[in-house]
């Protein structure tokens, strides 16, 4: 009888193990997150080309995050379509942490520019961590006439309009152009491109009059005398280009909304995973070393910015864009 009911507890312990065990399984992100994350290599899906601003940080972070976690961070660039492509290619992912968004201020843009879109960003993304703000500058090449926002008025006063890339219909470079061709009473011409790197070239190429430009990807050639800068989109001045006056101080009110970069999950991604990813991206930002880098590459390091909050920003920026492109006259297509 004793060894009988020796065995018979041992059978229920192990039937009550197994049975914790299935449960744990079942319950959502309990599995997940008592794994090792991760465990193979993670991926930022980048919605812009190689070289732009977004692409620039994303490799300064994923490299910072290889070297924290042991495991491979990817960068792979979807770009077009204002973002949309590489947004929902992330939103429609498995949510387990390993496919998250690189992403811009575009994402908050497309809903208020195209009647369709393919991703709800409240309902299929889970907010991580915001990791930078993004000044902007209008440059023109070295060799134009227009040295100043004052002439880059003027030339655009005339019957053939002034050319300005952009990084798509709706994005920020195309609602500060709007802005200003609305406010000032100017003749442009949007020419959307995949991402700031490439309108970058062709102003270079002689195919376009001007383009906007975040800092950190401008600079160099601001730097290297190819192209010459007007004026900045920021509240204060760049310390990367302490000379070059904001469109305020050029006497233009109303572009001083700044972009931001950040990253995000597919909706349902495990909580302690979510938090893991937060946490380290976190850290990584406000190591010395790398805020640094960000600065010198012409952005704001943001750090300390919780799940929640960021999905505070979020719904604030969707509301301020919106606003911003229905007073630019962009409509929705």
């Keep these: 009888m004793k060894r009988g009911s020796n065995l018979g507890g041992v059978r229920w312990r192990g039937a009550l193990v197994a049975l914790l065990a299935a449960a744990c399984v079942a319950m959502p992100?309990?599995?997940?997150?008592?794994?090792?994350?991760?465990?193979?290599?993670?991926?930022?899906?980048?919605?812009?080309?190689?070289?732009?601003?977004?692409?620039q940080v994303a490799r300064l972070i994923g490299d910072s995050l290889t070297g924290r976690w042991g495991?491979?961070?990817?960068?792979?660039?979807?770009?077009?379509?204002?973002?949309?492509?590489?947004?929902?290619?992330?939103?429609?992912?498995?949510?387990?942490?390993?496919?998250?968004?690189?992403?811009?201020?575009?994402?908050?843009?497309?809903?208020?520019?195209?009647?369709?879109?393919?991703?709800?960003?409240?309902?299929?993304?889970l907010p991580l961590a915001q990791v930078a703000n993004a000044p902007v500058v209008l440059i023109v090449r070295a060799d134009s006439k227009i040295t100043s926002v004052a002439e880059f008025i003027q030339a655009g006063k005339q019957s053939k309009p002034l050319s300005y890339g952009t990084f798509g219909v709706g994005s920020s470079y195309h609602i500060y152009g709007e802005a200003?061709?609305?406010?000032?009473?100017?003749?442009?011409?949007?020419?959307?491109?995949?991402?700031?790197?490439?309108?970058?070239?062709?102003?270079?190429?002689?195919?376009?009059?001007?383009t906007f430009v975040s800092v950190g990807t401008g600079t160099p050639q601001i730097r290297a005398g190819k192209v010459r800068a007007?004026?900045?989109?920021?509240?204060?001045?760049?310390?990367?280009?302490?000379?070059?006056?904001?469109?305020e101080e050029s006497g233009v009110s109303g572009l001083d909304a700044v972009g931001w970069f950040g990253v995000l999950a597919p909706a349902g991604t495990p909580a302690l995973v979510a938090s893991k990813i937060?946490?380290?991206?976190?850290?990584?930002?406000?190591?010395?070393?790398?805020?640094?880098?960000?600065?010198?590459?012409?952005?704001?390091?943001?750090?300390?910015?919780t799940?929640?909050?960021?999905?505070?920003?979020?719904?604030?920026?969707?509301a301020k864009w919106k606003g911003l492109i229905s007073a630019a006259g962009v409509k929705p297509e």
């Design 278 to 305: 937060a946490a380290d991206i976190n850290a990584v930002v406000a190591d010395p070393t790398i805020s640094a880098k960000l600065k010198d590459l012409g952005f704001e390091p943001v750090t300390g910015v």
């Design 71 to 125: 495991a491979p961070v990817i960068v792979e660039n979807r770009a077009g379509a204002t973002g949309m492509i590489g947004a929902e290619n992330v939103a429609r992912a498995e949510p387990n942490g390993y496919r998250l968004l690189f992403t811009f201020t575009a994402l908050v843009q497309a809903p208020a520019v195209f009647a369709k879109v393919p991703y709800n960003v409240e309902k299929d993304f």
């Design 307 to 318: 799940l929640a909050s960021f999905g505070t920003v979020l719904r604030t920026e969707s």
């Design 230 to 247: 007007l004026a900045v989109v920021a509240k204060r001045r760049s310390s990367l280009l302490p000379a070059v006056p904001t469109f």
């Design 29 to 55: 992100g309990v599995g997940s997150a008592q794994a090792k994350f991760p465990e193979r290599p993670v991926t930022f899906v980048v919605p812009g080309p190689a070289g732009g601003g977004p692409d």
């Design 180 to 210: 200003l061709a609305r406010s000032q009473h100017l003749n442009l011409l949007n020419v959307p491109y995949k991402g700031e790197s490439l309108a970058l070239q062709d102003l270079l190429g002689g195919a376009l009059d001007a």
